[in-house]
């Protein structure tokens, strides 16, 4: 998803975090290229918990930021509505300088324009579940009629009607995190930060709670920052992903991107294992016509299998099914290329079928 | 003559002298110099006390009763309300004026509480917020709880005179401590990630501390009221020396006199006493889970006629 011209609507801009009294120190060292963080730590007794993150997020746009713990990224989006200071940099959200805010003005953004979800849950004790729903409204003053019957749709969207009057000790983990997505959406902010929002939960619930979240969002379209841990998580869920590493940013891209191009071998290494046959399209595993036509003769293209540039792995392996032709793309009436079985099956495994698959084809 | 030196020189204790009692016992002529200045908030402590006093006691003692025990009800449940109904009765019958001391005794201990709320609450909040506060703080509640109170004793009766008013001075004095311990302790042992999505949500730090610490502190701060209720009842007996009527006083007395009938019921009367606002105060800091979540409103005496009403409404 590009962001075409439009300011976006959460620019992070050189953002550093280093944790520490000589900070500034630290960053003015790091950025003259003096100190690495191994020294930062043992000179200067700080950690850098995020160093020169810089990423824009579109409207609508799901962006997953994903690394291992520790990588910096939950303090990276905190970052985002300043519930930490960065030590270098700026956050803008749609144009305007969150560091810059009173804060009067940021107490406004935040219960307004952003909502936030966390791992833990984060719910008031001795509040109900709508109470805690409606949080967001209360803080801002508004009446309590109204507040209800927000919090009334905003538990109903996420599944928990008849729950309203119920303490978060009464509840299973899938349901509080119900709740904390509810209360996040109550007060219909237009952008969500999501801190590994369904990590703390068991398999089955994540999956089912992912569901209830791209249905939500599907529908809402609220430009979302998502955190997680989990790269299949981040593929399903996000538009692009960035991956982050001791609190930098080593790629982002969408998910076909990360997946099929990683940029070095720590993201290959988290790609290895996740499958490609419902991110990689035709075109990437595509020969030209030309191409096919200079090894294997001439052939009537007329009984083969057709697909779009856009079709996913999936989809062209059930049209490979029961034929022994090879796959024709074309986008509209232009042949894009061809996909053999070869390629076909080299795209599954994640090789580039320029490799050692096209010596076979020779 | 060098025997003495080195005597002076591995026990500098003996032989120096700084004159620190004598110096300290300024503080005796501080306190009858500034009486006149003390004169309102003493005429106002007085004039609440015998407020308090009087009411209790212009009550007859079986509505007294009864209105103790429906407080153990709402407070705490049904239970203990039967149990404090079972203990006022043996105390009222302990001697025929057993009740009327009791009366006495609690508006002294009530006001203690009611000013060691007023102090200690804003006082255990910010120590809870600032480290620095606390570890001033700190030193000086220790002193406060373990210095014996007759060192206070005559200081305070130098500046205000004897009767209630210091009484209840001593008594805060001593029973303040933990209330301001314990809600600095809840405060600080609030859970931080509740407080960051308080404010990830936009709330003001008014309105964290309102709607979020003090509510999930409230069980540490009963626990502290609890405790501070308990030294406040501790110190009648002492409080009894600076001529604060009540059961301490009987007990004094007694022991006066080699009594040691009259000391068993005054004894026995504040233990009763203890007893009844212990369980009473512990009430308050059960959760709410344990009452079904209910609103404190919604259960006890007043929730039945709340219920009454709203079936007749």
């Given at each position: 998803m590009d962001i075409q011209g439009e300011e976006p609507v959460i620019r992070c801009d050189g953002v550093w975090k280093v944790f520490g009294a000589k900070a500034k120190e630290a960053i003015r060292a790091v950025k003259a290229g003096e100190l690495n963080k191994a020294q930062i730590r043992d000179k200067l007794d700080c950690v850098v918990g995020v160093s020169d993150a810089t990423f824009s997020v579109g409207r609508g746009e799901i962006f997953c930021i994903m690394g291992l713990s520790g990588s910096g990224k939950s303090t990276l989006i905190r970052h985002i509505n300043r519930l930490i200071e960065p030590t270098d940099g700026a956050i803008y959200i749609e144009g305007r300088n969150v560091n810059a805010m009173s804060a009067t003005e940021l107490r406004r953004i935040r219960a307004e324009t952003i909502g936030m979800v966390f791992q833990n849950m984060a719910l008031m004790p001795h509040r109900n579940v709508r109470d805690n729903v409606a949080f967001a409204l209360e803080v801002r003053g508004i009446a309590e009629d109204k507040r209800r019957a927000v919090a009334r749709q905003a538990i109903e969207a996420v599944e928990l009607?008849?729950?309203?009057?119920?303490?978060?000790?009464?509840?299973?983990g899938g349901m509080q995190q119900r709740v904390g997505l509810a209360r996040a959406i109550a007060a219909n902010p237009s952008i969500l930060l999501m801190d590994e929002p369904f990590s703390a939960l068991d398999p089955l619930i994540r999956h089912q709670l992912q569901g209830t979240f791209m249905e939500l969002s599907a529908e809402l379209h609220k430009t979302t920052v998502f955190i997680t841990h989990d790269l299949s998580e981040a593929i399903r869920i996000g538009d692009r992903i960035a991956i982050m590493k001791d609190g930098v940013l080593v790629q982002i891209g969408t998910p076909e991107e990360i997946v099929t191009n990683p940029v070095d071998d720590y993201v290959a290494q988290f790609v290895g294992g996740i499958s490609k046959l419902d991110l990689v399209t035709a075109a990437k595993v595509m020969l030209p016509l030309e191409q096919y036509r200079q090894t294997n003769g001439s052939t009537d293209t007329a009984n083969w299998p057709v697909a779009r540039p856009d079709d996913k792995l999936n989809t062209l392996v059930n049209l490979s099914i029961g034929t022994a032709h090879p796959i024709l793309v074309r986008d509209g009436d232009v042949v894009a290329g061809v996909v053999t079985k070869d390629a076909l099956l080299r795209g599954i495994q994640g090789r580039d079928h320029a490799g050692p698959a096209k010596r076979e084809i020779n | 003559m060098a025997d003495e030196k080195t005597s002076n020189w591995l026990n500098p204790f003996e032989s120096v002298d700084l004159k620190i009692a004598d110096h300290s016992d300024g503080i005796k002529q501080w306190a009858i110099e500034n009486r006149e200045a003390i004169q309102p908030f003493k005429i106002f402590l007085d004039g609440v006390i015998q407020g308090i006093e009087r009411a209790f006691l212009a009550t007859p003692p079986l509505v007294m009763l009864a209105i103790i025990v429906l407080i153990a009800w709402q407070a705490a449940g049904r239970r203990t309300a039967i149990y404090v109904a079972v203990a006022l009765t043996v105390l009222g019958f302990l001697s025929p004026e057993a009740w009327s001391l009791a009366m006495t005794t609690l508006a002294i201990v009530m006001a203690a509480v009611i000013l060691c709320v007023i102090i200690g609450l804003p006082v255990g909040i910010f120590a809870g917020k600032s480290d620095r506060f606390e570890a001033v703080l700190r030193p000086l509640l220790d002193t406060m709880q373990t210095i014996p109170a007759f060192v206070y004793l005559v200081p305070v009766v130098m500046l205000i005179g004897i009767g209630n008013v210091s009484g209840v001075l001593v008594t805060v004095i001593f029973a303040l401590a933990p209330l301001i311990r314990l809600t600095s302790l809840g405060i600080r042992t609030v859970n931080p990630s509740v407080v960051e999505a308080a404010r990830a949500f936009g709330a003001s730090p008014s309105q964290i501390m309102f709607k979020v610490e003090l509510p999930m502190a409230t069980p540490t701060i009963f626990a502290g009221l609890n405790q501070t209720i308990m030294l406040s009842l501790s110190m009648v007996v002492i409080a009894s020396m600076i001529s604060v009527r009540g059961l301490g006083n009987e007990v004094l007395r007694a022991m006066g006199r080699l009594d040691a009938g009259k000391a068993i019921v005054g004894g026995l009367g504040i233990v009763i006493l203890a007893i009844v606002l212990d369980r009473i105060t512990q009430g308050l800091n059960q959760s709410r889970r344990e009452r079904g979540h209910r609103h404190w409103w919604q259960s006890g005496p007043i929730g039945l006629i709340t219920n009454l009403f709203h079936k007749h409404a």
């Amino acid at each position: 998803m590009d962001i075409q011209g439009e300011e976006p609507v959460i620019r992070c801009d050189g953002v550093w975090k280093v944790f520490g009294a000589k900070a500034k120190e630290a960053i003015r060292a790091v950025k003259a290229g003096e100190l690495n963080k191994a020294q930062i730590r043992d000179k200067l007794d700080c950690v850098v918990g995020v160093s020169d993150a810089t990423f824009s997020v579109g409207r609508g746009e799901i962006f997953c930021i994903m690394g291992l713990s520790g990588s910096g990224k939950s303090t990276l989006i905190r970052h985002i509505n300043r519930l930490i200071e960065p030590t270098d940099g700026a956050i803008y959200i749609e144009g305007r300088n969150v560091n810059a805010m009173s804060a009067t003005e940021l107490r406004r953004i935040r219960a307004e324009t952003i909502g936030m979800v966390f791992q833990n849950m984060a719910l008031m004790p001795h509040r109900n579940v709508r109470d805690n729903v409606a949080f967001a409204l209360e803080v801002r003053g508004i009446a309590e009629d109204k507040r209800r019957a927000v919090a009334r749709q905003a538990i109903e969207a996420v599944e928990l009607t008849g729950w309203d009057l119920k303490y978060p000790d009464e509840l299973s983990g899938g349901m509080q995190q119900r709740v904390g997505l509810a209360r996040a959406i109550a007060a219909n902010p237009s952008i969500l930060l999501m801190d590994e929002p369904f990590s703390a939960l068991d398999p089955l619930i994540r999956h089912q709670l992912q569901g209830t979240f791209m249905e939500l969002s599907a529908e809402l379209h609220k430009t979302t920052v998502f955190i997680t841990h989990d790269l299949s998580e981040a593929i399903r869920i996000g538009d692009r992903i960035a991956i982050m590493k001791d609190g930098v940013l080593v790629q982002i891209g969408t998910p076909e991107e990360i997946v099929t191009n990683p940029v070095d071998d720590y993201v290959a290494q988290f790609v290895g294992g996740i499958s490609k046959l419902d991110l990689v399209t035709a075109a990437k595993v595509m020969l030209p016509l030309e191409q096919y036509r200079q090894t294997n003769g001439s052939t009537d293209t007329a009984n083969w299998p057709v697909a779009r540039p856009d079709d996913k792995l999936n989809t062209l392996v059930n049209l490979s099914i029961g034929t022994a032709h090879p796959i024709l793309v074309r986008d509209g009436d232009v042949v894009a290329g061809v996909v053999t079985k070869d390629a076909l099956l080299r795209g599954i495994q994640g090789r580039d079928h320029a490799g050692p698959a096209k010596r076979e084809i020779n | 003559m060098a025997d003495e030196k080195t005597s002076n020189w591995l026990n500098p204790f003996e032989s120096v002298d700084l004159k620190i009692a004598d110096h300290s016992d300024g503080i005796k002529q501080w306190a009858i110099e500034n009486r006149e200045a003390i004169q309102p908030f003493k005429i106002f402590l007085d004039g609440v006390i015998q407020g308090i006093e009087r009411a209790f006691l212009a009550t007859p003692p079986l509505v007294m009763l009864a209105i103790i025990v429906l407080i153990a009800w709402q407070a705490a449940g049904r239970r203990t309300a039967i149990y404090v109904a079972v203990a006022l009765t043996v105390l009222g019958f302990l001697s025929p004026e057993a009740w009327s001391l009791a009366m006495t005794t609690l508006a002294i201990v009530m006001a203690a509480v009611i000013l060691c709320v007023i102090i200690g609450l804003p006082v255990g909040i910010f120590a809870g917020k600032s480290d620095r506060f606390e570890a001033v703080l700190r030193p000086l509640l220790d002193t406060m709880q373990t210095i014996p109170a007759f060192v206070y004793l005559v200081p305070v009766v130098m500046l205000i005179g004897i009767g209630n008013v210091s009484g209840v001075l001593v008594t805060v004095i001593f029973a303040l401590a933990p209330l301001i311990r314990l809600t600095s302790l809840g405060i600080r042992t609030v859970n931080p990630s509740v407080v960051e999505a308080a404010r990830a949500f936009g709330a003001s730090p008014s309105q964290i501390m309102f709607k979020v610490e003090l509510p999930m502190a409230t069980p540490t701060i009963f626990a502290g009221l609890n405790q501070t209720i308990m030294l406040s009842l501790s110190m009648v007996v002492i409080a009894s020396m600076i001529s604060v009527r009540g059961l301490g006083n009987e007990v004094l007395r007694a022991m006066g006199r080699l009594d040691a009938g009259k000391a068993i019921v005054g004894g026995l009367g504040i233990v009763i006493l203890a007893i009844v606002l212990d369980r009473i105060t512990q009430g308050l800091n059960q959760s709410r889970r344990e009452r079904g979540h209910r609103h404190w409103w919604q259960s006890g005496p007043i929730g039945l006629i709340t219920n009454l009403f709203h079936k007749h409404a």
